[in-house]
Nanobody, 123 residues
Framework: QVQLVESGGGLVQAGGSLRLSCAAS????????MGWFRQAPGKEREFVAA????????YYADSVKGRFTISRDNAKNTMYLQMNSLKPEDTAVYYC????????????????WGQGTPVTVSS
C-alpha cells in the first residue's frame, strides 16, 4: 500500500503561482511512477503531468506545458508540481497518484490516489 497526501492548493489570481506537494508513505516511493491529475466540476479527471520512478523523465499535458513543472525528491518521498502563469481554466481539484510501472499518463494505470487539493484561479 502507498498512502498519498496532497497539499499546497488554494486561491490565486490569474498569472500567479502555486506549488503543490504530494507526500508518500508506505511502500518504497522510488519504485513508483508518479503523476498529477485534475478534475474540474462536471468534468472527467484529466492528466496533467507524470514523472518516471527513476531518471526523472517528465511528461506534460499540452495545456500546461511550459507553465507547470513536475519533480520528485525520492529521499523525502515527496513529489511536487510547480504551477506558474496560472489561468482560470486551471481551476480544479488536483490529485496525485502512484503507479507501479515506468511511467503512466492514464488514470486507469494508477493504483493509488491522494484525497486531492483544490486550486482556484480567479480572473
Amino acid at each position: 500500500q502507498v498512502q498519498l497526501v496532497e497539499s499546497g492548493g488554494g486561491l490565486v489570481q490569474a498569472g500567479g503561482s502555486l506549488r503543490l506537494s504530494c507526500a508518500a508513505s508506505g511502500r518504497t516511493f522510488r519504485n513508483y511512477a508518479m503523476g498529477w491529475f485534475r478534475q474540474a466540476p462536471g468534468k472527467e479527471r484529466e492528466f496533467v503531468a507524470a514523472i518516471t520512478w527513476s531518471l526523472g523523465n517528465t511528461y506534460y499535458a499540452d495545456s500546461v506545458k511550459g507553465r507547470f513543472t513536475i519533480s520528485r525528491d525520492n529521499a523525502k518521498n515527496t513529489m511536487y508540481l510547480q504551477m506558474n502563469s496560472l489561468k482560470p481554466e486551471d481551476t480544479a481539484v488536483y490529485y496525485c497518484g502512484a503507479a507501479s510501472i515506468w511511467v503512466a499518463t492514464a488514470a486507469y494505470e494508477y493504483a493509488y490516489w491522494g484525497q486531492g487539493t483544490p486550486v482556484t484561479v480567479s480572473s
